[in-house]
């Protein structure tokens, strides 16, 4: 079955730094990737999403993430994080052949100070 | 336009009731998810609807979680003889066709069982 990890319960940066959240997947073939906002009060955003192609994914709101087949992760960047970016950050992967659903990892939230 | 509508936004009740929550996804979207968070969780999969195809059930924790998607619109999430362990926001989304397309969340309804 496919699995998501997202090792950083907590992150914690200063405004303007840079931000990397880390996402490592279990699958036997190339999943679908996908990464998810959840801003205080809002339902989930997506960001970004990884089906094939170029494995440097622009999103919204100048995230991006690139696929790593050798590493099984698919982490988020951002080059300069603004205070509104504070929320729970999801990943997940979704695969046909392994059921209808997208499983999500437990989630990072993120936290931002000024 | 609008988007995934969820009510009630809050829920109550005691244990052993049953409960009723509704999701009114986006018009002409023919795929339906319901998921589960519970605090400090991820989101965990429970039912799917596609069209008219059987849905997807597999991620329902037990015979008390039910759910219906009537004219391939509405859709109602039932609850029986909650337990407190059934306490959670229960997310609903839904997407243009299927589960690799963009899904677009409501805002939730956070059941408390006491």
């Known amino acids: 079955a496919q699995s998501v990890t997202q090792p950083d319960i907590h992150i914690t940066v200063s405004e303007g730094a840079s931000l990397e959240l880390r996402c490592n997947y279990s699958?036997?073939?190339?999943?679908?990737l996908f990464w998810y906002v959840q801003s205080p009060g809002q339902g989930l955003q997506l960001l970004l999403k990884y089906f094939s192609g170029d494995t440097l994914v622009q999103g919204i709101k100048g995230f991006e993430a690139e696929f790593k087949r050798s590493q099984s992760s698919f982490n988020l960047r951002k080059p300069s994080v603004h205070w509104s970016d504070a929320a729970e950050y999801f990943c997940a992967v979704g695969a046909g052949n392994a059921g209808n659903m997208l499983t999500f990892g437990g989630g990072t939230r993120l936290m931002v100070k000024p | 336009g609008a988007g995934v509508s969820q009510s009630p936004s809050n829920k109550v009740t005691e244990k052993g009731k049953d409960v009723e929550l509704r999701c009114d996804p986006i018009?002409?979207?023919?795929?339906l998810y319901w998921y589960r968070q519970s605090l400090g969780q991820g989101l965990e999969f429970l039912i799917y609807f596609q069209g008219n195809s059987a849905p997807d059930k597999s991620g329902l924790p037990s015979d008390r979680f039910s759910a219906e998607r009537t004219g391939g619109s509405v859709s109602t999430l039932t609850i029986q003889r909650t337990q407190q362990e059934d306490s959670a926001v229960y997310l609903c989304a839904s997407s243009l066709e299927g589960w690799a397309d963009t899904q677009y969340f409501g805002p939730g309804t956070r059941l408390t069982v006491l």
């Open positions: 018009s002409g979207h023919t795929a």
């Open positions: 699958y036997g073939a190339t999943p679908y």
